[in-house]
């Protein structure tokens, strides 16, 4: 597609240029003094009458965001009010009592926040006492004031906390909070992000209801003095993401210019919010196509949000400016410092980026907000809305602006009232309230993302609230922070580094940065064949490779002759010795080049993946990540093989212990991770000195010989490492073959029992078998859950790699008090997921391994269909082997007794009161290798994480994607072996301990007993 107005600027550039520029941009001396004193007057103005700050700093002065009392009244205020049933509303009341002391907060200030958490909190508690034990706490309650009382008093504060920071659960209620007052006022209709296409007509239609009924009430006061709207992208398309680019593109900017053509009809401030920095340039380029209309043509109120937080804030900023040039007009830009700061470093880490592309110092933030300040008051085709609430930020902004009138200032309704208050005594500069509309029960949650940003210890907000921070430190020159080399936190390590010094992060790339991507792609499609996977011994009939997604020959395997299995572990038998004597230090070391290689060559490999494997891009690239993360996490625990123990002995005698290899490993994975699985299996048997005769599934053999042979090239002999493709037969005749020392196995339950059953039959020493199977994993879901973020995490763990994981979600148990609006949910984001060809990228569901499994599939869904039971069912392209996303209801959990491998999710209902009897059912179904939980409710948490039946347990995200070292992967009982794959207990499995005592006194006596000297 080409860009009619491309933007192009590093996703994350470093820490150190910017903080060079900073210091060389200082202002100048006179300047500096200048700001520190119009800093000193406001908060000395805001500290004036002390204990009236006003909205969140009074909040964060009575329940410190550092406190268990006030992380329990955010996780009550996030909550409580969404849950509909009055059970769990007392099981989350009490929870959240358990958690502290609020008795000392009941005669605290006379705000009304304070007073209802008061009320609702510390009355409670100051009639139970210090009991801590949460069944108690409920008896007690119900005994002295009754638990629908303690309800009650509990909702309304979290009601009155709500009306304290949303503007109006209503637009019609919000502009008559409005009418009458001096500043101005930007409504946002606030919510989550559409997950569906009702959920995006319905906000299209919040918006144009709430432009229509702010037009009506404006007034005559012209630009940029009128009132305004700011609309969320991501709020008016459902899947506002890099990936869909294309169709974000065709579908998306008509939506936003209708809305936009109805504020220009009423001459009103029209602002496009600002998103994630992976959304940033598919959010540039909606605004470019927008703005290119000739329909808004001389219109002065169209707005873009930037957010200083991110390194690429000045680009946008000369980016929007050159919009306006091009299409003659003057826009409005609002400058914030910027929402979601963990979020982008936890997705920056997640991601394997470079960088962040966001800044790890507050003062670098601050600096760049100036910067970017004094950019905006040089750009006349821009409208400057300066959105704070520091007070050395507006004195930075008074100083610069000079004589300078027009310009704005902004702050968030409930927040910065005495800093604005303060300001008005120094200042004539307008101010405009950001006022959040719409109901308290879904707002809540934005509340408190707002009230945590704002009440970090390191933000302003916080320190300004507390009385003992002294005035110097809230106005302190940022420059100072940075000075000297501290650019970056000292405790924060680069994405790269978050696993040091066990090991290297793998390299990842962001979707959303359209540079990397082109080059990933690039490196995708200069990937060529033939490709060709051969046994290491004798080789039967050669046969196509055939892929997934069109039935097209992908490349050849000749398959392994049974007759050449023996000679095949002789040869690893003989290498064996050799092998296992290398050191330890060298093993890893090939190990370490493997990963090494496997990133500079992921072309070949993701072409692979999607090809022969049917996998999307976003799949393919966080397998080999995996892959290489599993190489480097082995070569770290590496150490272990080549470790000697002393172990305690009566004196006179010396006991030492030693790990070294069994002997020759067969691995045997399978298809659904034919390069994680295939390598780890085979990197973890290689780096404990054993050798490998490896045979992977039938229908990725091609990944598999390309794997070995990399391995190959790092360092490992040929006759350690040893290829075996071709069907069960070669796998059985591996298993029976009396040199094996020990199999790993993933796969299907039945054959790993088979495989086992091999082993013990067997003559000849006893070898271990590693396994890892999947199982019916289940997740919980409560009414305290926020469903938006429900329906992402079953979406995910369901449908992603079209339910081909061992680990996805086959069984979901929902409370019935929200299940119809779950599954409504879940229903319309299902539909919102583009099944088709992994190749292309805006595709979510590729196809499923074979006919064979599509054939189950479809049967399985076609009983469902017959019974009454299909809630949905997705449409399946033709061609290929794919299969929709399905949903189908149970009556019951155990209806579920066995795996259903694909895109299939099973929906149950549950009873609130039960929560412990559906753990029980879930677990009487025998195996799960993983098990999800949503709720808010500690006391929940803590019983599931002691006591579900899983071997990985996720609570409050997706039950998928595992990380080595950090979520080792791996079941029990009927789901595996253990120990977990990418855990620190993986490598003991592979290997033999040999213990040595030796009598130390055998030629006459213990020398070292008898030289001891008295004391």
Same mark, same amino acid.
């Given at each position: 597609?080409?860009?009619?107005?491309?933007?192009?600027?590093?996703?994350?550039?470093?820490?150190?240029?910017?903080?060079?520029?900073?210091?060389?941009?200082?202002?100048?001396?006179?300047?500096?003094?200048?700001?520190? *004193?119009?800093?000193?007057?406001?908060?000395?103005?805001?500290?004036?009458?002390?204990?009236?700050?006003?909205?969140?700093?009074?909040?964060?002065?009575?329940?410190?965001?550092?406190?268990?009392?006030?992380? &329990?009244?955010?996780?009550?205020?996030?909550?409580?009010?969404?849950?509909?049933?009055?059970?769990?509303?007392?099981?989350?009341?009490?929870?959240?009592?358990?958690?502290?002391?609020?008795?000392?907060?009941?005669?605290?200030?006379?705000?009304?926040?304070?007073?209802?958490?008061?009320?609702?909190?510390?009355?409670?508690?100051?009639?139970?006492?210090?009991?801590?034990?949460?069944?108690? +706490?409920?008896?007690?309650?119900?005994?002295?004031?009754?638990?629908?009382?303690?309800?009650?008093?509990?909702?309304?504060?979290?009601?009155?906390?709500?009306?304290?920071?949303?503007?109006?659960?209503?637009?019609?209620?919000?502009?008559?909070?409005?009418?009458?007052?001096?500043?101005?006022?930007?409504?946002?209709?606030?919510?989550?992000?559409?997950?569906?296409?009702?959920?995006?007509?319905?906000?299209?239609?919040?918006?144009?209801?709430?432009?229509?009924?702010?037009?009506?009430?404006?007034?005559?006061?012209?630009?940029?003095?009128?009132?305004?709207?700011?609309?969320?992208?991501?709020?008016?398309?459902?899947?506002?993401?890099?990936?869909?680019?294309?169709?974000?593109?065709?579908?998306?900017?008509?939506?936003?210019?209708?809305?936009?053509?109805?504020?220009?009809?009423? /001459?009103?401030?029209?602002?496009?919010?600002?998103?994630?920095?992976?959304?940033?340039?598919?959010?540039?380029?909606?605004?470019?196509?927008?703005?290119?209309?000739?329909?808004?043509?001389?219109?002065?109120?169209?707005?873009?949000?930037?957010?200083?937080?991110?390194?690429?804030?000045?680009?946008?900023?000369?980016?929007?400016?050159?919009?306006?040039?091009?299409? /003659?007009?003057?826009?409005?830009?609002?400058?914030?410092?910027?929402?979601?700061?963990?979020?982008?470093?936890?997705?920056?880490?997640?991601?394997?980026?470079?960088?962040?592309?966001?800044?790890?110092?507050?003062?670098?933030?601050?600096?760049?907000?100036?910067?970017?300040?004094?950019?905006?008051?040089?750009?006349?085709?821009?409208?400057?809305?300066?959105?704070?609430?520091?007070?050395?930020?507006?004195?930075?902004?008074?100083?610069?602006?000079?004589?300078?009138?027009?310009?704005?200032?902004?702050?968030?309704? *409930?927040?910065?009232?005495?800093?604005?208050?303060?300001?008005?005594?120094?200042?004539?500069?307008?101010?405009?309230?950001?006022?959040?509309?719409?109901?308290?029960?879904?707002?809540?949650?934005?509340?408190?993302?707002?009230?945590?940003?704002?009440?970090?210890?390191?933000?302003?907000?916080?320190?300004?609230?507390?009385?003992?921070?002294?005035?110097?430190?809230?106005?302190?020159?940022?420059?100072?922070? %940075?000075?000297?080399?501290?650019?970056?936190?000292?405790?924060?390590?680069?994405?790269?580094?978050?696993?040091?010094?066990?090991?290297?992060?793998?390299?990842?790339?962001?979707?959303?940065?359209?540079?990397?991507?082109?080059?990933?792609?690039?490196?995708?499609?200069?990937?060529?064949?033939?490709?060709?996977?051969?046994?290491?011994?004798?080789?039967?009939?050669?046969?196509?490779?055939?892929?997934?997604?069109?039935?097209?020959?992908?490349?050849?395997?000749?398959?392994?002759?049974?007759?050449?299995?023996?000679?095949?572990?002789?040869?690893?038998?003989?290498?064996?010795?050799?092998?296992?004597?290398?050191?330890?230090?060298?093993?890893?070391?090939?190990?370490?080049?493997?990963?090494?290689?496997?990133?500079?060559?992921?072309?070949?490999?993701?072409?692979?993946?999607?090809?022969?494997?049917?996998?999307? +891009?976003?799949?393919?690239?966080?397998?080999?990540?995996?892959?290489?993360?599993?190489?480097?996490?082995?070569?770290?625990?590496?150490?272990?093989?080549?470790?000697?123990?002393?172990?305690?002995?009566?004196?006179?005698?010396?006991?030492?212990?030693?790990?070294? *290899?069994?002997?020759?490993?067969?691995?045997?994975?399978?298809?659904?991770?034919?390069?994680?699985?295939?390598?780890?299996?085979?990197?973890?048997?290689?780096?404990?000195?054993?050798?490998?005769?490896?045979?992977?599934?039938?229908?990725?053999?091609?990944?598999?010989?390309?794997?070995?042979?990399?391995?190959?090239?790092?360092?490992?002999?040929?006759?350690?490492?040893?290829?075996?493709?071709?069907?069960?037969?070669?796998?059985?005749?591996?298993?029976?073959?009396?040199?094996?020392?020990?199999?790993?196995?993933?796969?299907?339950?039945?054959?790993?029992?088979?495989?086992?059953?091999?082993?013990?039959?067997?003559?000849?020493?006893?070898?271990?078998?590693?396994?890892?199977?999947?199982?019916?994993?289940?997740?919980?879901?409560?009414?305290?859950?926020?469903?938006?973020?429900?329906?992402?995490?079953?979406?995910?763990?369901?449908?992603?790699?079209?339910?081909?994981?061992?680990?996805?979600?086959?069984?979901?148990?929902?409370?019935?008090?929200?299940?119809?609006?779950? %599954?409504?949910?879940?229903?319309?984001?299902?539909?919102?997921?583009?099944?088709?060809?992994?190749? /292309?990228?805006?595709?979510?569901?590729?196809?499923?391994?074979?006919?064979?499994?599509?054939?189950?599939?479809?049967?399985?869904?076609?009983?469902?269909?017959?019974?009454?039971?299909? +809630?949905?069912?997705?449409?399946?392209?033709?061609?290929?082997?794919?299969?929709?996303?399905? %949903?189908?209801?149970?009556?019951?959990?155990?209806?579920?007794?066995?795996?259903?491998?694909?895109?299939?999710?099973?929906?149950?209902?549950?009873?609130?009161?039960?929560?412990? &009897?559906?753990?029980?059912?879930?677990?009487?179904?025998?195996?799960?290798?993983?098990?999800? +939980?949503?709720?808010?409710?500690?006391?929940?948490?803590?019983?599931?994480?002691?006591?579900?039946?899983?071997?990985?347990?996720?609570?409050?995200?997706?039950?998928?994607?595992?990380?080595?070292?950090?979520?080792?992967?791996?079941?029990?009982?009927?789901?595996?072996?253990?120990?977990?794959?990418?855990?620190?207990?993986?490598?003991?499995?592979?290997?033999?301990?040999?213990?040595?005592?030796?009598?130390?006194?055998?030629?006459? *006596?213990?020398?070292?007993?008898?030289?001891?000297?008295? /004391?």
């Amino acid at each position: 597609m080409t860009e009619p107005f491309p933007f192009a600027a590093p996703y994350a550039p470093p820490d150190e240029d910017f903080a060079a520029r900073f210091l060389a941009e200082r202002p100048s001396p006179a300047d500096q003094r200048a700001i520190t *004193g119009k800093a000193r007057a406001l908060v000395q103005g805001m500290r004036a009458e002390r204990g009236a700050l006003g909205g969140v700093e009074d909040f964060l002065h009575e329940f410190s965001l550092s406190s268990r009392e006030g992380l &329990a009244v955010m996780a009550l205020a996030e909550s409580l009010l969404r849950v509909p049933d009055d059970a769990t509303a007392d099981a989350l009341i009490v929870d959240k009592l358990a958690a502290g002391d609020f008795s000392h907060h009941a005669a605290a200030s006379d705000v009304m926040l304070v007073q209802a958490c008061a009320f609702a909190l510390g009355l409670s508690a100051r009639l139970v006492g210090q009991e801590a034990e949460p069944r108690g +706490l409920v008896a007690d309650l119900a005994r002295r004031i009754g638990l629908p009382a303690l309800r009650t008093a509990a909702r309304q504060a979290m009601r009155l906390m709500g009306a304290h920071f949303v503007f109006g659960e209503t637009i019609d209620d919000a502009l008559a909070r409005a009418k009458g007052k001096r500043e101005r006022f930007s409504f946002d209709m606030l919510g989550e992000g559409a997950r569906s296409a009702a959920d995006a007509q319905r906000y299209f239609e919040a918006y144009a209801t709430a432009i229509r009924a702010i037009a009506a009430s404006a007034g005559a006061a012209p630009l940029p003095g009128r009132p305004g709207i700011s609309v969320k992208l991501s709020a008016l398309h459902p899947r506002y993401e890099a990936i869909s680019r294309a169709r974000v593109l065709a579908e998306l900017p008509p939506r936003v210019l209708e809305l936009a053509r109805l504020a220009r009809a009423q /001459d009103l401030a029209f602002t496009i919010d600002a998103e994630e920095a992976d959304r940033l340039e598919l959010s540039l380029d909606v605004i470019a196509r927008v703005v290119a209309d000739p329909s808004l043509a001389g219109w002065e109120g169209f707005g873009v949000a930037v957010q200083a937080y991110q390194k690429r804030a000045r680009d946008v900023i000369d980016y929007v400016d050159a919009l306006a040039q091009a299409h /003659d007009r003057r826009f409005m830009l609002r400058l914030v410092k910027g929402a979601y700061w963990d979020s982008e470093i936890k997705r920056a880490q997640e991601r394997g980026l470079a960088d962040y592309p966001v800044f790890t110092r507050k003062a670098m933030t601050d600096l760049n907000y100036d910067a970017c300040a004094a950019q905006l008051l040089a750009a006349p085709r821009l409208y400057p809305q300066f959105a704070t609430h520091n007070a050395r930020s507006v004195a930075e902004i008074l100083v610069r602006a000079g004589d300078r009138e027009d310009y704005e200032f902004q702050r968030l309704h *409930g927040m910065g009232e005495a800093l604005y208050d303060s300001l008005a005594a120094i200042s004539a500069a307008p101010v405009r309230v950001y006022a959040p509309v719409g109901p308290h029960r879904d707002l809540l949650a934005y509340l408190v993302r707002r009230l945590i940003e704002n009440g970090a210890n390191s933000s302003f907000v916080a320190r300004a609230a507390d009385p003992e921070t002294p005035e110097a430190a809230l106005i302190a020159d940022p420059h100072l922070a %940075i000075s000297g080399g501290r650019a970056r936190h000292p405790r924060l390590p680069s994405p790269s580094e978050i696993y040091q010094p066990q090991r290297a992060n793998s390299k990842g790339v962001e979707f959303g940065d359209r540079q990397a991507l082109a080059a990933l792609r690039g490196s995708i499609a200069a990937a060529r064949g033939p490709f060709m996977a051969r046994p290491a011994g004798g080789a039967t009939k050669v046969r196509a490779v055939t892929s997934p997604v069109d039935g097209a020959a992908v490349g050849e395997v000749a398959e392994t002759e049974e007759a050449a299995i023996r000679d095949m572990m002789a040869a690893a038998a003989r290498a064996f010795p050799s092998w296992n004597r290398t050191g330890v230090e060298a093993r890893a070391g090939i190990l370490k080049r493997a990963a090494d290689l496997l990133e500079a060559r992921r072309g070949v490999f993701l072409a692979l993946l999607q090809i022969e494997a049917g996998k999307t +891009l976003d799949d393919a690239l966080a397998e080999l990540r995996e892959a290489a993360d599993m190489c480097r996490y082995y070569a770290g625990q590496a150490r272990l093989a080549g470790a000697e123990i002393r172990l305690p002995g009566p004196t006179g005698e010396d006991n030492r212990l030693r790990y070294e *290899g069994r002997g020759v490993f067969v691995c045997i994975s399978p298809w659904n991770f034919p390069l994680a699985i295939f390598l780890g299996q085979v990197a973890a048997a290689l780096v404990t000195g054993n050798a490998v005769v490896a045979k992977p599934a039938e229908q990725t053999p091609l990944i598999a010989a390309q794997a070995v042979a990399l391995l190959h090239e790092a360092g490992v002999p040929r006759a350690a490492l040893q290829l075996a493709p071709g069907a069960g037969n070669i796998g059985a005749a591996l298993v029976a073959d009396p040199r094996t020392a020990g199999v790993v196995f993933t796969g299907a339950v039945e054959v790993a029992q088979h495989i086992n059953r091999a082993l013990a039959a067997r003559d000849g020493a006893l070898a271990p078998l590693i396994a890892e199977t999947g199982g019916v994993n289940a997740m919980i879901v409560d009414s305290t859950a926020l469903i938006e973020q429900v329906v992402d995490d079953v979406l995910a763990s369901a449908f992603r790699s079209a339910g081909q994981r061992c680990s996805a979600l086959r069984l979901l148990c929902v409370q019935e008090d929200i299940a119809a609006v779950v %599954i409504e949910r879940l229903i319309g984001a299902a539909k919102e997921l583009r099944i088709g060809d992994p190749r /292309d990228l805006g595709v979510h569901v590729g196809p499923v391994i074979d006919a064979d499994a599509k054939e189950k599939l479809d049967r399985h869904v076609a009983e469902a269909r017959a019974a009454g039971r299909l +809630l949905y069912c997705g449409e399946a392209p033709q061609g290929g082997c794919f299969v929709a996303p399905a %949903i189908i209801r149970l009556a019951r959990v155990g209806d579920l007794r066995q795996e259903i491998f694909g895109p299939v999710l099973h929906v149950a209902t549950w009873r609130a009161g039960r929560f412990d &009897a559906l753990i029980e059912e879930i677990e009487a179904g025998g195996y799960g290798l993983t098990f999800g +939980l949503e709720t808010r409710i500690e006391t929940r948490m803590q019983a599931v994480a002691r006591s579900a039946p899983a071997g990985n347990i996720y609570i409050n995200r997706n039950m998928i994607g595992a990380v080595v070292g950090s979520q080792p992967f791996g079941g029990f009982g009927l789901s595996g072996t253990g120990p977990k794959a990418g855990g620190p207990d993986y490598l003991r499995r592979f290997l033999r301990e040999i213990t040595v005592t030796t009598n130390t006194a055998s030629s006459g *006596g213990d020398a070292g007993l008898l030289s001891l000297e008295d /004391d």
